[in-house]
């Protein structure tokens, strides 16, 4: 066996096991209690505090997933409709409904409401142990104060302390507001995404973590 072979082996053993620490993990986030809670001062000087739970889908309260469909329609539905790929309501509900999805919610402390989440995974992506973030959505309300990008970090926390690779996400070229946001964040696009010729409606984003 060359050098390279074996290198190449250790490094697929290592994300291997990279991945099932990551996994057998009940609550990836419990590591990191400063991500557990988001606070911030609102328009009118009213400080705002919202709650922050990472949990399996087997965990989730189907009024809260029925909730994350509800907004996800409401943030990307129209975006969806005015591409190639339209919206199509049956496989969003099957995809957030994945039984190994994971959730990060954010919970308004004062009203007790949903505010935001983002669906992820650790997952071995073409050969590359990642954090893969398949949707991540904020209610209006809660929009542009900070909440979007504070949810990322804890992605990135996770995926940095469990050795993942990179963080890799998927959105439409079409939403304007989501590009700008994941490439102020230092999101790029990432070397899987579609080639030009192929016309996708979407590109893969993503950040390493090294």
């Known amino acids: 066996m060359s050098v390279s072979e074996t290198v190449t082996r250790n490094q697929a053993t290592s994300q291997q096991r990279s991945l099932q620490v990551a996994n057998q993990q009940a609550n990836p986030l419990s590591e990191f209690p400063e991500f557990l809670s988001f606070k911030c001062t609102q328009n009118d000087g009213t400080e705002l505090q919202l709650k922050l739970q990472c949990k399996r889908k087997a965990d989730m309260d189907p009024k809260l997933l029925k909730w994350a469909f509800k907004l996800a329609e409401r943030n990307v539905g129209p975006q969806y409709r005015a591409c190639s790929l339209g919206w199509q309501p049956k496989i969003k509900q099957a995809d957030l409904n994945k039984p190994w999805a994971r959730y990060l919610v954010a919970t308004d402390v004062a009203t007790k409401k949903p505010a935001a989440y983002t669906m ?19 209610e209006a309300e809660f929009q542009r104060k900070g909440l979007g990008a504070f949810m990322m970090k ?32 230092g999101y790029e696009v990432d070397e899987m995404s579609p080639d030009k010729e192929e016309n996708a409606a979407y590109e893969i984003m993503s950040k390493s973590m090294f």
Request: proline share 0%.
């Open 120 to 138: 992820f995974r650790f997952d071995l992506d073409y050969g590359r142990s990642v954090l893969y973030c398949y949707e991540l959505q904020v």
């Open 154 to 185: 804890a992605l990135e926390q996770m995926a940095q302390h469990f050795t993942m690779e990179r963080v890799v996400l998927t959105v439409l070229k079409n939403n304007d507001d989501g590009m700008r946001f994941y490439r102020r964040l």
